[in-house]
């Protein structure tokens, strides 16, 4: 996991989020988490590989995606 150091923080906003962490009985740095966490889990979220492909428009036909077998050509010494 990676680690993000944030600075020139207004002196307020620090101890709002000390009240904060408080009220939820945490840390400030796990609050910090916590609130990035809420703000960017709607970005971050990913679906699963099914619901991707589901949502892929049905265009061409399967033949489209055929694999041209033929057979394997002579070698000459």
Same mark, same amino acid.
């Given at each position: *996991? %990676?680690?993000? !150091?944030?600075?020139?923080? /207004?002196?307020?906003? !620090?101890?709002?989020? +000390?009240? +904060? ?6 840390? @400030?740095?796990? /609050?910090?988490?916590? !609130?990035? #966490? /809420?703000?960017? @889990?709607? /970005?971050?979220? #990913?679906?699963? &590989?099914?619901s &991707?492909?589901a949502? *892929?428009?049905?265009? %061409?036909?399967? @033949?489209? &995606? ?6 394997? #050509?002579?070698?000459?010494?």
């Amino acid at each position: *996991m %990676g680690q993000l !150091i944030v600075r020139n923080l /207004e002196d307020d906003i !620090i101890q709002a989020l +000390r009240r +904060r962490a408080a009220q939820h009985g945490r840390s @400030a740095e796990a /609050e910090h988490r916590e !609130i990035l #966490r /809420e703000s960017l @889990a709607k /970005e971050v979220s #990913r679906g699963s &590989f099914k619901s &991707f492909l589901a949502s *892929m428009p049905a265009v %061409g036909d399967d @033949a489209d &995606f055929a694999s041209v077998r033929e057979l394997p #050509r002579d070698v000459s010494p």
